[in-house]
């Protein structure tokens, strides 16, 4: 099925057209509680926006893109729509996904379905359906240029190139087994391609902060198509390669976040006529928007407010609500010339990219090293378009990922007030993707983190509905504090030397970091690497007796413990810069079983033997801690039984034969 539309400038300017390349019902029309059956609608949308429009300004070399006959820049991006087939059935809502990678993620957030599915058709895709009998219209729309190709499904933006423009493009090359050749791209993904190749250098380091060594240009040379290299004898698990290159024609990356901003604003102010030949009649039921992001799409959407995207071009507001989940304190390479939108930035991976960059807070904040001055909503304030705002981190971003930054005070001292309008939530003990058991230990040098923080995300998408919607207010923000000794150095952790276990020594810093003088104003970067400062602090939650974080909203699992749970992870001799972080993975220490055990291990935690008179004790206490967390709103009370039943199966895990 291929259906058009071509949408009079009058209407909605910036969508021009609405090709829908497949629809169908979901799940062969079930019905999904009192919303009923939905559907699906995938295609292309098509965009034409004005580059000396005021709204367009910020979009990093607009003005040299390619213009069509009416001098509009033209743009497309792949769109994918599960809504009720009744709009009036739905809740009003738009929940919009930014794509990390051009994937789809929020049924297995949000419904516990399957991972990873680009194409959400099964049973197991679509989990408990639990946001389709919520009434919520979930809307996917392409915005990054370099999504790898290896899967058609994937989401992609198509935006112009601006043709005879050269620079400079940084590539890390990180391996965990010794390799010949690897891409110019971060990982999979599509890379800028090498212009001149005799002007190229490669250094390599042993961490993020070493001083870089030159690589003989005899020892290494590119692909033939220019997007990798080749290194004879092998590139070493563990060490951080850098290519510095000159490449051409870069993508106006920009139109990414304004292609998000024109088609939800085209959902929710897009004439009638419009919707109803391509999407339904959508704009009398569709009420409200929330963006919502993981990780790198978390900061995806700070960078999103920091300049101004949250303004449409005629000034009406996009999203009224904004939800970046594990964006630690960080934007990203989303709006400026050659950039890799897929890089991110981890204590010993994709480093010092323009990813932990000043500012970092809702409100105002000056640094008195260098001056600067600026908070992420000045845009949005500016032209009144502020949303409600939740930040959610777990461990690994305090420790991976700055986090501290949006909360705390530059040099880590001070705690800083929060927006009124933006809610942070710390969820205690998780690492950066939800947690499942039995762990795993693979490249590792502790098993991984067991803590599934999906149960809080549930409730909390509740809460950030009411708000609104219905103008209620949230729970309370919930956030390691230094004034209460909650947030604290690495040197200050109160680590009880698990046997077998150490703290890892460098997390995450954010640097005072140059990219040249034309980077802030108009995205251009002219010194990569860039320029070092003095770092900002890194300061992290701090720790119980049993080194399980002591403030956030801690599971059950912390509650009620039966294990040390992190948010870090440390790297093996095998896979190189052993004791480095291990970028996005936690830890999972089990306590000793019995007391014996603990004596023959010197374990200083006391064992489960000593905590808990057996199971029914256990599982007692552990509905205890969760009917509180659903008293205060962090947990929904139609999930408790499975939150128990999941404790339940966590002790059987625990008590077995290690």
Known sequence: MFLALAVCGALQAAVQDVQLNERFDLAGGKAFGKTGPYETLTGKVYFAVDPKAAANAMIADIE????????????????????????????GTILYEVSNRGNKGLLSMFDRGASGSLDPRTAAALGDSFLLEQGYTLVWLGWQWDVPTDRAEKLRLFAPVVKGISGKVRSEILVDSRTTEHSLADRNHIAYRVTEPATAAMTVRDRCDSERRPVSKDAWKFTGDGTGVIMPAGFEPGLIYEVVYTTTDPVVMGLGPAAVRDFISYLKYGSPAAGRAALG??????????????????????????????????????????????????????????????????????????????????ETET?????????????????????????????????????????????????????????????????????????????????????????????????????????????????????????????????????????????????????????????????????????????????????????????????????????????????????????????????????????????????????????????????AAAEKLADDGYLLRSDLEDVVKVGGAYWDWATSAQ
């Open 64 to 91: 040299l893109a390619p213009r069509n006959e009416a001098g509009l820049v033209e743009f497309a991006a792949d769109f994918y729509v599960i809504k009720p087939r009744d709009p009036a059935s739905g809740n």
């Open 281 to 362: 009649d959508q704009r009398r039921f569709l009420k409200r928007a929330v963006g919502f992001g993981t990780s790198q799409s978390g900061r995806f959407l700070r960078t999103f407010l920091y300049y101004g995207f949250n303004a449409d071009e005629a000034g009406k507001q996009v999203f009224d609500g904004v939800w970046a989940h594990v964006a630690g304190a960080g934007r990203g390479s989303f709006n400026h010339r050659f950039a890799q939108p897929s890089r991110d930035g981890h204590p010993h991976m994709n480093c010092l990219y323009p990813t932990d960059i000043f500012p970092f807070t809702d």
């Open 367 to 623: 640094d008195d090293v260098t001056g600067w001055s600026g908070s992420i909503l000045a845009k949005a304030r500016e032209k009144n378009v502020v949303p409600k705002i939740f930040y959610t981190n777990g461990s690994y971003e305090y420790w991976g990922r700055a986090a501290a930054l949006i909360h705390s005070s530059l040099d880590g001292r001070k705690d800083v007030s929060l927006a009124a309008d933006t809610r942070a939530y710390f969820i205690a003990g998780t690492q950066h993707g939800a947690g499942s058991f039995p762990p795993n230990q693979r490249t590792t040098a502790n098993p991984s983190n067991v803590n599934d923080y999906r149960w809080h995300m549930r409730a909390l998408l509740v809460a950030m509905n009411a708000w609104v919607s219905e103008g209620k207010a949230p729970p309370a923000s919930q956030i390691p504090l230094a004034g209460r000794d909650q947030l604290v150095t690495v040197g200050a952790i109160n680590w009880p030397k698990i046997p077998g276990s150490h703290l890892p020594e460098r997390p995450q810093r954010s640097w005072r970091a140059d990219y040249g003088p034309e980077f802030m104003t108009k995205g251009i970067v002219t010194e990569d690497p860039p320029k070092l400062g003095k770092p900002f602090a890194a300061v992290v939650p701090q720790v119980d007796r049993d080194g399980n974080e002591t403030s956030g909203i801690r599971a059950p699992m912390l509650q009620v413990p039966l294990a040390t749970l992190t948010g870090w992870n440390l790297r093996t001799k095998e896979v190189g810069a052993e004791n480095e972080i291990y970028s996005m993975v936690g830890s999972t220490f089990r306590f000793p079983r019995t007391k014996a055990e603990r004596t023959r291990t010197k374990d200083p935690r006391p064992s489960i033997e000593e905590r808990y008179k057996g199971k029914d004790d256990y599982l007692s206490k552990y509905r």
